[in-house]
T-cell receptor
Framework: GQQVMQIPQYQHVQEGEDFTTYCNSSTTLSNIQWYKQRPGGHPVFLIQLVKSGEVKKQKRLTFQFGEAKKNSSLHITATQTTDVGTYFCAGRTLMGGGSYIPTFGRGTSLIVHP | DAGITQSPRHKVTETGTPVTLRCHQTENHRYMYWYRQDPGHGLRLIHYSYGVKDTDKGEVSDGYSVSRSKTEDFLLTLESATSSQTSVYFC??????????????FGSGTRLTVV
């Protein structure tokens, strides 16, 4: 079955440093989504990427979708303590029933030291 | 997020007892999902629904059943709870939209402990 590998599992940074998490799929994806989960909270949708080579930005966050639509990355510039949490990617392919069921990566936990 | 609620938020139950978790939405979304989240495993799909009385299994469905008799409610039942089912359970909803695709909105979760 489809697998989505996400690395690293944990990342410690000093406040102000950059951070990147990577997702790699064993199969070509129709799209990829990113979520953030604060400690003790629930995952919150950040963004969806659909097109090959797509790049989207949200303030200090930059999301990329690979040309082959098998990998994606999330880059945070100049981390802040508010960025603490676990970042998940979720890659989608078409499954039965007309719904699109994503496969989640295991997440990257970002720890920011002030 | 507004529009999706899970109950209860916390539950402690004994091994062998049945447990039902409830997910309620006010968004009229067609798709609803149950996930469990465990350290080192991320989010794993238990069951999902693509309409009233239309459900299907996810990757970790053994020991769980679901029902959806109304658009707004999706119930997850542990027929006979085991300690391995101690976890945080998240419900999610989705519907196609231009900006979000089928992006999920998650409930706040239910922390279930089986003793």
């Amino acid at each position: 079955g489809q697998q989505v590998m996400q690395i690293p599992q944990y990342q410690h940074v000093q406040e102000g440093e950059d951070f990147t998490t990577y997702c790699n799929s064993s199969t070509t994806l129709s799209n990829i989504q990113w979520y953030k989960q604060r400690p003790g909270g629930h995952p919150v949708f950040l963004i969806q990427l659909v097109k090959s080579g797509e790049v989207k930005k949200q303030k200090r966050l930059t999301f990329q979708f690979g040309e082959a639509k098998k990998n994606s990355s999330l880059h945070i510039t100049a981390t802040q303590t508010t960025d603490v949490g676990t970042y998940f990617c979720a890659g989608r392919t078409l499954m039965g029933g007309g719904s699109y069921i994503p496969t989640f990566g295991r997440g990257t936990s970002l720890i920011v030291h002030p | 997020d507004a529009g999706i609620t899970q109950s209860p938020r916390h539950k402690v139950t004994e091994t062998g007892t049945p447990v039902t978790l409830r997910c309620h939405q006010t968004e009229n979304h067609r798709y609803m999902y149950w996930y469990r989240q465990d350290p080192g495993h991320g989010l794993r799909l238990i069951h999902y629904s693509y309409g009233v009385k239309d459900t299907d299994k996810g990757e970790v469905s053994d020991g769980y059943s679901v029902s959806r008799s109304k658009t707004e409610d999706f119930l997850l039942t542990l027929e006979s709870a085991t300690s391995s089912q101690t976890s945080v359970y998240f419900c999610a909803i989705s519907e196609s939209s231009e900006n979000r695709g089928y992006g999920y909105t998650f409930g706040s979760g239910t922390r279930l402990t089986v003793v």
